[in-house]
């Protein structure tokens, strides 16, 4: 099988083999390439030391030398090459006590995680499969390389990872791998919250609806963290509409699908936007993604139908209009109604298409022109959120001359004491 490897990566593998060494590219490359998947990152496995490796290459990067790793600077491109080894012992039950080096290819793809990522290929495209990885390809499968409890036993975040990999391929999980995920769910306690953040992310961002139905049915999220406990509820109400908001999610970019699985997720069981953030923050999730998951929890459990028109231009002011139309767009789909009738996607329309302005930069005034009317302090943003306020009810027109006249007003009034309230109605 000829494989069109970019030049610099093949240039690895000849200069290795030329210095009398193996060498294969190796894991998620492999994979990639034979899904016809794009591929960014290139590992290469092989028989040569460390040292032997420096020694024949003119740029490299010590980045792992203790467990055999050294980045080659081929032309620029990072290609990361390991000493064939083996772990030794999985005490924590999260890292090898040791790490061995070896000498058999066979011996270094036994010790990964699962079949899929289990192969190798050298620079002619020759393949070395001993563990069915391209058998389960075709199926679809997530496996488990030997024997499925042994792999989790080994390492708690492969539980996170067979998931994680089901998602983002679309595949399934083996049964027997299944059930050494379940039998070993306590494992995960060992892993750090950070890990866990970073491979729930990746779901998040990934096809969960092709595993939101072995999600829905397992009891590792108790042992996770108990914050996400509940999710497993919420994942069994959104069998039935997962495929369609998934497909509905897709071209949203990473970090809005991110946000919103996780408010999906919680809508769908029974969370506040409180409980949210709080899941997010236990993820060790940015303050960013705590924040936008959050809000568009806040718009799912709101009830579009029955907005006022005061609330529509401040939930579209609030929260941005692509925010408060994908929230619409969610409910519809998970009620399942039609294209030709969207009723909270088809009102976001009518009142964006109206919407006066839609944040505080767009108002033909500056808080140097309320300073310049005598307004001091506080009172600037007084003034300026009650023009906001102003306009987004159509009560001023977004007009410099008349925003002024308002302004005038306001700052007499405020600074005299009197309130306004500015409530719809």
Request: some cysteine; charged content about 25%.
């Given at each position: ?16 083999e030329a210095g009398g060494y193996e060498a294969y590219l190796v894991g998620g490359c492999v994979r990639d390439r ?392």
């Open positions: 099988m000829e494989m069109d490897w970019p030049a610099p990566v093949v240039s690895v593998l000849n200069t290795l034979l899904l016809g998947r794009p591929v960014t990152d290139f590992d290469v496995a092989t028989n040569a030391t460390p040292d032997q490796v420096v020694s024949l290459f003119p740029r490299t990067v010590p980045t792992g030398l203790k467990h055999g790793t050294v980045t080659v600077l081929s032309e620029g491109l990072p290609v990361e090459v390991t000493t064939y080894r083996k772990d030794i012992g999985y005490s924590d039950g999260r890292r090898p006590d040791k790490v061995a080096f070896c000498h058999s290819l066979e011996e270094d793809l036994s010790r990964r995680d699962f079949t899929v990522n289990a192969m190798a290929m050298d620079v002619r495209g020759h393949i070395v499969d001993c563990f069915g990885g391209r058998s389960d390809l075709a199926r679809r499968v997530i496996r488990a390389v030997g024997v499925p409890s042994h792999r989790f036993q080994e390492d708690g975040l492969r539980i996170l990872r067979a998931f994680r990999f089901a998602a983002q391929l679309g595949f399934q999980l083996d049964d027997d791998t299944w059930r050494g995920m379940e039998q070993n769910a306590e494992k995960l306690r060992a892993v750090s919250p950070e890990r866990i953040g970073v491979e729930v992310a990746k779901i998040a961002a990934a096809d969960w609806s092709a595993v939101i139905d072995s999600m829905a049915k397992s009891e590792i999220w108790a042992y996770v963290d108990p914050h996400l406990r509940p999710l497993q509820q919420g994942f069994k109400r959104l069998s039935t509409a997962a495929k369609s908001l998934q497909s509905w999610m897709k071209p949203h970019a990473v970090e809005d699908r991110i946000a919103e699985a996780l408010a999906i997720w919680c809508h769908a069981a029974g969370l506040t936007p409180t409980s949210c953030r709080a899941m997010g923050r236990a993820l060790r999730w940015s303050n960013q993604y705590c924040q936008e998951a959050g809000d568009f929890l806040e718009l799912l459990q709101a009830n579009p139908l029955k907005w006022s028109t005061w609330e529509w231009r401040r939930h579209l002011f609030e929260f941005g209009e692509g925010r408060v139309e994908r929230a619409c767009a969610a409910l519809d789909i998970w009620e399942n109604v039609g294209d030709d009738h969207r009723p909270r996607w088809t009102l976001f329309r009518e009142y964006a298409q109206t919407q006066p302005i839609w944040r505080v930069q767009d108002l033909q005034i500056s808080g140097q022109d309320i300073v310049a009317l005598g307004a001091r302090g506080p009172l600037v943003g007084q003034v300026k959120q009650q023009l906001t306020e102003d306009v987004l009810m159509k009560r001023v027109l977004n007009d410099r001359s008349h925003l002024l006249k308002r302004a005038t007003a306001l700052i007499h009034s405020l600074a005299g004491g009197t309130t306004f309230d500015f409530t719809d109605g």
